[in-house]
């Protein structure tokens, strides 16, 4: 284990942004099979800011942290291209710490998200665009429509996963020319069934677009971000078709749960 590595672009040892309602020390593996062109890490995903180091190191400095955090959560990039490391990690904290393991996905790895899944308590996967409507998918992640047509089975295999998990939290980025309103609601529409058989906790979170000094394209970077009423208001449309808690989560109001459910719009 002393001589096992993994390549991350760095870490936070205490985070109040990556699992809702709760602190985190947060890690950011390098690299991803996605070329989302709106995309905040891409310094992560290409390996810009990559370090190698050892997996015991990663492991002692989240045991240093440990009291002070409700979960390790692992982001990137997609952490999954480094399967064994990811792996190594999680089972070292899930074996030796009574600190509960987090992970944030593009859900397109279900073989190798499976071996983990049983070592974690909260998972994030990002809907980048409705499954009605793989050429969006394909213009939100910068690749080809044959390989979404490969990823999105994937996906929806990942989030069939995910009913077993005891935090699961769904995410879609209002993009700007990608994701709007109808794009929400359509996701929300293909998501329905899914979460309908979920047992456990559920979430979705409507994420406002910013435009980080880190996206590589150009475009995304002069983008305005979207307007946070917008961000809200689209929230409470989405709670009107999900039986699930929504979240809208802005720069200018940060995470708040929606005030709408689907519950109290069906019965007033």
């Not at 990690?89 to 899944?117: A, H, Q, R, W």
């Not at 809208?248 to 689907?262: A, D, M, N, P």
Request: charged share 25%; net charge positive.
């Amino acid at each position: 284990m002393r001589d096992e590595y993994i390549y991350v672009a760095g870490w936070k040892d205490l985070s109040l942004v990556d699992v809702i309602e709760a602190t985190s020390f947060t890690v950011w593996m390098n690299f991803c099979n996605f070329n989302c062109p709106w995309c905040s890490n891409a310094h992560v995903a290409k390996g810009l800011e990559k370090k190698k180091i050892r997996i015991i190191e990663l492991y002692e400095k989240v045991r240093e942290a440990s009291d002070f955090i409700d979960y390790f959560h692992v982001t990137g990039g997609e952490p999954t291209l480094q399967p064994k490391a990811l792996y190594k990690i999680f089972k070292m904290i899930y074996d030796n710490l009574d600190l509960p393991n987090s992970l944030d996905t593009n859900g397109s790895n279900p073989e190798y998200y499976s071996k983990v899944v049983n070592m974690i308590k909260h998972v994030a996967i990002d809907i980048k665009a409705p499954f009605s409507k793989p050429q969006l998918y394909a213009k939100s992640t910068g690749l080809n429509i044959r390989a979404i047509n490969f990823f999105i089975p994937r996906i929806k295999k990942s989030l069939d996963i995910s009913l077993d998990v005891d935090f699961f939290e769904l995410r879609t980025t209002l993009v700007p020319n990608i994701i709007g309103e109808e794009e929400t609601l359509m996701i929300a529409r293909d998501l329905l069934p899914i979460v309908n058989r979920g047992k456990k906790r559920i979430v979705f979170v409507i994420q406002q677009f910013i435009p980080y000094s880190n996206i590589a394209s150009e475009e995304y970077r002069n983008t305005s971000r979207t307007p946070p009423d917008l961000v809200i208001d689209i929230a409470k449309k989405v709670a009107e078709i999900l039986p699930i808690e929504i979240y809208h989560r802005t720069l200018e109001y940060g995470t708040k749960k929606c005030k709408v459910t689907f519950s109290k719009v069906r019965h007033t």
